[in-house]
């Protein structure tokens, strides 16, 4: 579906030249790029699609669009959760 999913930023640093960090989704943390929002700490919402924060949100808005996902069941589905588990690594 590709939807954007808010997630709160637990972390901040940069790699390769790039700010990154990792952001929690309910209990599922992703790393994705931070550089299009340099206004994001650590501790704010902001809304992700495919790896890269497109806005900052405030957290009521930012919750309850979680709890929408979830209740709806694609939560996972948004984060590509099934499609990690069942990844073969070498």
Do not use: N
């Not at 809304?47 to 929408?68: P, Q, Y």
């Not at 499609?83 to 690594?89: K, L, P």
Request: aromatic share 8%; net charge negative; hydrophobic share 40%.
């Amino acid at each position: 579906m590709c939807l954007g999913v808010p997630g709160k930023v637990v972390e901040i640093y940069e790699q390769y030249g790039t700010r990154m960090g990792k952001v929690d989704f309910s209990g599922i943390q992703k790393e994705v790029c931070l550089a299009y929002v340099p206004e994001v700490e650590v501790g704010d919402y902001t809304v992700i699609h495919v790896g890269f924060a497109i806005t900052r949100l405030d957290e009521e808005s930012a919750l309850e669009t979680l709890k929408m996902f979830e209740d709806l069941g694609i939560l996972e589905e948004e984060l590509g959760v099934e499609e990690e588990e069942g990844a073969v690594t070498s």
